[in-house]
């Protein structure tokens, strides 16, 4: 008789569950409700934070879930095929939170991104406004150091890396006390000072992106101080070609490509330099895929504060104006990062950095559903797509008196009608310049 009818085996499903019985580890894949209601910036996630689970619960009453059941399999005289990654990560989390481990199984000195249970929880303890002086004081101090160290390599000085340390402690103190003033800041660009302003901007992003993953403090203090010096082979490359206005030739294009080996030289011969800088001016333009250069590493290969900092160095360069391309909204970087998840950049790293960064930074020009027109002051930590904000023009793009609103507070216009961000514009849209919106203190306003 053939027993054909005896085999079992496991489907992934899709469970409802009321949001009282979530855990960490599950994958949510539906709401009970439509995505873009909702602070989640991405459809579909593995819960990792209590405080995801404490969203989903004020925001909804049921949610999906994957689940697995056994079902009767008819033919098991074929070889089940070995499960996916995905299958085995997702597999069982009604049941207990599933641990996604790291590809490179690291050892504890090897970096890596803490866990659930290592990772440390940081609170702002003042708010933006409060912090903005300090924070615009370290930012033009450390603007001028970043200026310096390129200059001096340029004419054959050594790397002052007690400088390159204090300034980074700098930054990060400010970070500590307040993640959004500095990331404001990083909104300021100036065109003529691009190479500078690139270096101390990823410097920022890079340690406030560590913050918001959960590393101790040294960790990111290694991780700022290996963003400010990522792209330091540049000293080496000739500044006409840095400045081209135009499309780079061929050979300028190669000449450019050689920045990382550039920056690993320059590094490997300057005194007490870790290895971990020197890892990420090396290979902060490899690619998960292998596409990457100067080595063409494959995803198991590229360190891990390298992954990281490839993220933040591609989102402020396209964020950014220069002499041939002109800077693009913070939302339009996100989505083309996102795209190039698991092709260029690791795919758990990217969600985080969406979520770390917000689809509406500090310093955002947006648009409201009611057609009004603010600039985004402040993040909430708990519903990123609902920020703080300076209410600056009328729903005609008239000039009108300044008000703070908290979106998460206040979800209804003067005519009760649903009050959300629509979407963002560029810098100077509207007549609207941030730079001029802050030196004016509108910052300080809504801090009251």
Request: proline share 4%.
């Given at each position: 008789?053939?027993?054909?009818?005896?085999?079992?085996?496991?489907?992934?499903?899709?469970?409802?569950?009321?949001?009282?019985?979530?855990?960490?580890?599950?994958?949510?894949?539906?709401?009970?409700?439509?995505?873009?209601?909702?602070?989640?910036?991405?459809?579909?996630?593995?819960?990792?934070?209590?405080?995801?689970?404490?969203?989903?619960?004020?925001?909804?009453?049921?949610?999906?879930?994957?689940?697995?059941?056994?079902?009767?399999?008819?033919?098991?005289?074929?070889?089940?095929?070995?499960?996916?990654?995905?299958?085995?990560?997702?597999?069982?989390?009604?049941?207990?939170?599933?641990?996604?481990?790291?590809?490179?199984?690291?050892?504890?000195?090897?970096?890596?991104?803490?866990?659930?249970?290592?990772?440390?929880?940081?609170?702002?303890?003042?708010?933006?406004?409060?912090?903005?002086?300090?924070?615009?004081?370290?930012?033009?101090?450390?603007?001028?150091?970043?200026?310096?160290i390129m200059e001096d390599l340029r004419i054959g000085r050594m790397l002052d890396m007690n400088q390159a340390r204090n300034t980074v402690d700098e930054?990060?103190?400010?970070?500590?006390?307040?993640?959004?003033?500095?990331?404001?800041?990083?909104?300021?660009?100036?065109?003529?000072?691009?190479?500078?302003?690139?270096?101390?901007?990823?410097?920022?992003?890079?340690?406030?992106?560590?913050?918001?993953?959960?590393?101790?403090?040294?960790?990111?203090?290694?991780?700022?101080?290996?963003?400010?010096?990522?792209?330091?082979?540049?000293?080496?490359?000739?500044?006409?070609?840095?400045?081209?206005?135009?499309?780079?030739?061929?050979?300028?294009?190669?000449?450019?490509?050689?920045?990382?080996?550039?920056?690993?030289?320059?590094?490997?011969?300057?005194?007490?330099?870790?290895?971990?800088?020197?890892?990420?001016?090396?290979?902060?333009?490899?690619?998960?895929?292998?596409?990457?250069?100067?080595?063409?590493?494959?995803?198991?290969?590229?360190?891990?504060?390298?992954?990281?900092?490839?993220?933040?160095?591609?989102?402020?360069?396209?964020?950014?104006?220069?002499?041939?391309?002109?800077?693009?909204?913070?939302?339009?970087?996100?989505?083309?990062?996102?795209?190039?998840?698991?092709?260029?950049?690791?795919?758990?790293?990217?969600?985080?950095?969406?979520?770390?960064?917000?689809?509406?930074?500090?310093?955002?020009?947006?648009?409201?559903?009611?057609?009004?027109?603010?600039?985004?002051?402040?993040?909430?930590?708990?519903?990123?797509?609902?920020?703080?904000?300076?209410?600056?023009?009328?729903?005609?793009?008239?000039?009108?008196?300044?008000?703070?609103?908290?979106?998460?507070?206040?979800?209804?216009?003067?005519?009760?009608?649903?009050?959300?961000?629509?979407?963002?514009?560029?810098?100077?849209?509207?007549?609207?310049?941030?730079?001029?919106?802050?030196?004016?203190?509108?910052?300080?306003?809504?801090?009251?």
């Amino acid at each position: 008789m053939s027993n054909n009818l005896t085999g079992l085996r496991k489907v992934l499903t899709r469970v409802r569950i009321p949001v009282s019985e979530l855990a960490l580890g599950m994958h949510v894949i539906e709401l009970d409700r439509p995505w873009l209601e909702t602070d989640f910036l991405i459809q579909g996630f593995i819960i990792k934070h209590r405080a995801e689970i404490d969203s989903l619960q004020r925001q909804c009453v049921f949610v999906f879930i994957e689940g697995i059941e056994q079902k009767l399999d008819i033919q098991p005289e074929f070889h089940a095929k070995k499960p996916s990654l995905l299958s085995r990560i997702l597999g069982n989390t009604l049941n207990k939170p599933t641990a996604i481990k790291n590809k490179q199984e690291p050892s504890a000195l090897t970096p890596c991104k803490p866990t659930e249970q290592s990772r440390t929880t940081y609170i702002n303890k003042i708010s933006a406004g409060e912090e903005m002086q300090v924070a615009r004081d370290s930012y033009s101090s450390a603007k001028t150091v970043a200026k310096s160290i390129m200059e001096d390599l340029r004419i054959g000085r050594m790397l002052d890396m007690n400088q390159a340390r204090n300034t980074v402690d700098e930054v990060v103190d400010s970070l500590l006390r307040n993640d959004d003033a500095l990331v404001w800041l990083t909104k300021l660009k100036n065109q003529d000072e691009y190479t500078a302003e690139h270096s101390l901007n990823v410097c920022i992003l890079s340690a406030a992106f560590a913050r918001h993953l959960g590393h101790n403090e040294a960790e990111i203090r290694k991780i700022g101080l290996a963003g400010l010096l990522h792209d330091i082979g540049k000293a080496k490359i000739p500044v006409e070609i840095l400045n081209k206005p135009g499309p780079l030739d061929d050979d300028e294009r190669a000449l450019i490509r050689q920045h990382p080996n550039m920056g690993r030289s320059l590094l490997m011969t300057s005194a007490s330099v870790e290895h971990y800088t020197i890892d990420v001016a090396y290979s902060h333009h490899e690619r998960v895929d292998g596409t990457g250069y100067p080595r063409a590493l494959q995803a198991h290969q590229i360190p891990y504060y390298a992954k990281l900092v490839a993220i933040v160095d591609t989102y402020d360069a396209i964020t950014s104006s220069r002499a041939y391309d002109t800077g693009r909204a913070s939302m339009a970087a996100l989505e083309i990062i996102y795209n190039s998840r698991d092709s260029h950049f690791d795919a758990d790293l990217t969600v985080e950095f969406i979520r770390c960064i917000g689809v509406y930074p500090p310093g955002a020009i947006v648009v409201m559903t009611n057609g009004e027109v603010g600039v985004v002051v402040e993040s909430n930590e708990s519903s990123k797509l609902r920020p703080k904000i300076v209410l600056v023009q009328d729903c005609d793009k008239e000039w009108q008196e300044k008000r703070s609103i908290d979106l998460s507070q206040d979800d209804q216009d003067k005519d009760g009608k649903p009050y959300a961000i629509a979407h963002e514009v560029p810098n100077k849209t509207f007549g609207i310049d941030i730079k001029a919106f802050l030196q004016e203190g509108w910052l300080a306003f809504a801090a009251t």
